[in-house]
C-alpha cells in the first residue's frame, strides 16, 4: 500500500472495535480504524452506517445515544449514498461473482469511493475485485499492509 490510498471499511469491523466479546477481534478493529482516522484514508457509506447502527443496538445492546454518536463522527469519513450506478455495479458483480446484493453493495460502494482496499471479513482475503482488493483486518495490523 502507498501513501493515499483508501480503505473502504465494512461493518463488520466497526462493530467489532466495540464488542468486548472478542479482545482480539476488538484491539485489531480498534488498530485499523485508528490509522484510518490518523490518515484520512477510511472510506465507507450509508449502508455501512445503517448496518452499524442497527447491529451495535440491536445485538450489541449499545445505548442509542452512544451509537448515534459513532455514527455522526464516521460520518466525517464521507459516506457515499446509494446512487444508481452503485446500484448498477453492485448487479454486474451479482451477475459475475455470484456476490449477494448487500455485499455486491459494499463492493460497488467501495469501488466508488475510489478505495483501493476494501476491509471485511465477509469478503475472500487477498482476492481482488476489479480494482479493489479485499483485506481480512483479523489477518493483519495495518502495519502488516503498510497502512
Given at each position: 500500500m502507498s501513501a493515499g490510498d483508501r480503505c473502504f471499511v465494512d461493518s463488520n469491523v466497526l462493530l467489532y472495535s466495540i464488542d468486548g466479546r472478542d479482545a482480539d477481534k476488538r484491539e485489531r478493529a480498534l488498530a485499523w480504524i485508528e490509522r484510518l482516522w490518523i490518515t484520512g484514508a477510511g472510506r465507507l457509506s450509508w449502508q455501512v452506517l445503517h448496518e452499524f447502527y442497527w447491529n451495535s443496538v440491536g445485538k450489541l445492546k449499545l445505548p442509542k445515544d452512544v451509537a448515534r454518536e459513532l455514527v455522526q463522527d464516521l460520518s466525517h469519513w464521507r459516506p457515499v449514498e446509494t446512487v444508481l450506478p452503485i446500484v448498477e455495479s453492485a448487479w454486474q458483480w451479482m451477475d459475475s461473482t455470484q456476490l449477494a446484493y448487500w455485499d455486491a453493495l459494499i463492493l460497488a460502494s467501495a469501488a466508488y469511493t475510489g478505495a483501493?482496499?476494501?476491509?471485511?471479513?465477509?469478503?475472500?482475503?487477498?482476492?481482488?475485485?476489479?480494482?479493489?482488493?479485499?483485506?481480512?483486518?483479523?489477518?493483519?495490523?495495518?502495519?502488516d499492509f503498510q497502512i
Open positions: 483501493r482496499f476494501l476491509l471485511s471479513e465477509d469478503f475472500q482475503h487477498g482476492r481482488h475485485y476489479g480494482n479493489v482488493a479485499v483485506i481480512n483486518p483479523f489477518r493483519g495490523t495495518p502495519d
